[in-house]
């Protein structure tokens, strides 16, 4: 049994850090908030992106069977909406014009950042299939609450690690971008794998549905 929950566990945190270090819509926003406003709006938007995740954690340990008994196509359609949120998101990063150098928010930027990637996550297909269908694979629903303590902490942890490495990296990438030129084909790059993501979990969905 001590066996069977270690290989569980194990599993969880390179399956976890895995789906992270690759890029999606949440470490893409990262990489753009830390070239477009610094490493403190990088950290905030990290601080939101964890967030998200630990809200569609705990609800997958504590509420995901009462939500499917309610709506057995909760995760459809949500997966739909985001999906479509994350469509106009790419739009939106492929139509930048701007020097992301010279761009920065008037207001709040810090409580804006965090929110950004609060909503980023809320809205990210790929976390929503990793928590309301992978998780509960590995370890079972049964025995998610009884890991819930050891599944935040766990995750808190990798999360950290892989996006502080995002704005590491984002940092010292910011330095050689100086050429507009350079930045537009970056943005259309990233909002380009964004895009494709959102269209196959679309695809995906949709022919499952």
Do not use: C
């Not at 999360?159 to 995002?166: A, D, E, Q, R």
């Amino acid at each position: 049994m001590m066996m069977e929950l270690k290989i569980q566990m194990i599993t969880y945190i390179f399956t976890l850090a895995f789906a992270a270090f690759i890029p999606g819509p949440g470490m893409i926003g990262i990489m753009l908030k830390t070239i477009s406003q610094g490493k403190r709006n990088g950290w905030m938007m990290l601080f939101g992106l964890i967030t998200g995740d630990i809200i569609y954690l705990s609800i997958s340990i504590f509420m995901m069977t009462t939500i499917t008994q309610i709506n057995s196509r909760f995760t459809f359609y949500l997966t739909i909406g985001s999906s479509i949120y994350l469509l106009y998101l790419a739009y939106k990063f492929w139509i930048i014009k701007e020097n992301l150098l010279e761009y920065s928010l008037k207001i709040n930027a810090s409580f804006s950042s965090y929110r950004d990637g609060l909503l980023l996550t809320l809205s990210n297909p790929k976390t929503i299939s990793f928590y309301f269908a992978l998780v509960p694979t590995i370890f079972g629903s049964q025995s998610l609450p009884h890991l819930s303590i050891f599944l935040l902490l766990m995750t808190i942890m990798t999360l950290m690690f892989v996006g502080s490495g995002y704005i590491i990296f984002s940092s010292q990438l910011k330095v050689k971008l100086t050429s507009v030129r350079i930045q537009q084909i970056l943005l259309k790059i990233l909002s380009s794998i964004m895009g494709l993501l959102a269209l196959s979990m679309l695809y995906s969905e949709i022919n499952i549905g």
